[in-house]
């Protein structure tokens, strides 16, 4: 996937409207194709290529309108002037990402089918689709590029990059980690601290991204079958393939918070734990507030292993951090002085 952080959506619909006459055959895309052969997908990091494109027109002009697919949905298809029947292409386009997984995010995404030399001088020489996260932007071949890639497969693998970009893998970028439970699963936040992983990486450290293992994960869950492309680390098991899928219909969204109370006497014991269990990698806040003339502390356990401390005078404490491979933890509270009740507030995901 290459990214073109700064591409707008009126000039793209400028672009359709500029494309020379029809010329070039088209293929028509068929979910069936998908997983027919081994397929990697050539990509090119960020360069001036976008500059290149936006440069092709100043004009404004409206989006794509709405192509409805077979299951009634709607999806907003641009196809090049250089294409005969674009109607009909359009259509065909609309059905084959309506018949991929999905959710909501269907009806936000914006793509534009083109001939490969067109994608090329879009996305950067050698490219064979790119994606604009800003403006839900697939642009994709309309025929098979130089690279041999089928068109599905291109397609598939871009679309993936508008899954993660449509969900919340809080406090990362979905677009750059992967989908929640998808990210946590691969350990992706303990190969980042390890030098393993390199999200967002689009230069040499390309394969070792997971936000582009993710999305070719997410091909393979379309139908397609593992490119090798990417660190082997990537390479979906079925169950990795139903984490993507429930990512996918049933996304995860924010934290959860869970609330624990207690409280202290002037002479009893002076520590309370309390046991956690989070499924998934992210952030994880702590406050605890103690009552008037109390004197609390706060710390977090991993087993017996202290991660954090917060020991500041007063009665109120607070910590964040991200969790990070760790499915349990222990927050422990300590009264330092005075009696009184407590209110503990723990949100992780």
Not at 111 to 116: G, I, L, R
Not at 309 to 321: F, I, K, M, T, V
Not at 328 to 341: C, H, S
């Amino acid at each position: 996937m290459r990214s073109l952080p700064a591409l707008t959506l009126a000039l793209l619909a400028a672009l359709v409207a500029a494309a020379p006459a029809a010329a070039d055959a088209p293929v028509f895309p068929d979910l069936d194709r998908l997983g027919e052969r081994p397929v990697a997908i050539d990509d090119a990091p960020l360069d001036s290529s976008s500059e290149r494109f936006r440069a092709r027109s100043a004009a404004r002009v409206d989006l794509p309108d709405p192509v409805r697919a077979i299951t009634g949905e709607l999806v907003r298809i641009g196809v090049s002037a250089r294409y005969a029947k674009r109607a009909l292409l359009g259509r065909s386009w609309a059905n084959f990402f309506a018949g991929l997984i999905h959710g909501p995010e269907l009806a936000r995404v914006v793509v534009y089918v083109a001939p490969p030399d067109e994608v090329s001088a879009t996305c950067g020489d050698d490219s064979d689709a790119c994606y604009s996260a800003r403006d839900n932007l697939l642009v994709i071949p309309g025929d098979t590029p130089a690279s041999g890639a089928p068109v599905e497969e291109i397609a598939a693998h871009e679309y993936g990059h508008h899954i993660a970009n449509s969900r919340s893998n809080y406090p990362w970028e979905a677009i750059d980690w992967g989908t929640k439970r998808w990210s946590t699963a691969q350990l992706v936040c303990q190969r980042v601290r390890a030098g393993r992983a390199f999200p967002g990486d689009q230069g040499r450290r390309y394969r070792l991204n997971p936000g582009e293992g993710f999305a070719d994960a997410y091909r393979v869950l379309a139908g397609g079958s593992w490119s090798g492309r990417f660190d082997a680390a990537y390479k979906p098991t079925p169950a990795d393939l139903a984490l993507i899928r429930q990512d996918v219909l049933d996304p995860w969204r924010e934290n959860v918070v869970e609330v624990r109370e207690g409280s202290f006497t002037a002479t009893g014991p002076s520590v309370q734990r309390f046991d956690f269990t989070a499924p998934l990698d992210g952030r994880l806040k702590l406050t605890l507030k103690g009552a008037r003339e109390q004197d609390v502390d706060l710390y977090l356990y991993d087993d017996e292993r202290r991660l954090a401390g917060a020991d500041n005078p007063g009665r109120q404490e607070s910590l964040r951090g991200e969790l990070c491979g760790v499915r349990e933890f222990t927050v422990a509270v300590r009264r330092d002085q005075g009696p009184g009740r407590f209110r503990l507030e723990v949100s992780h995901p």
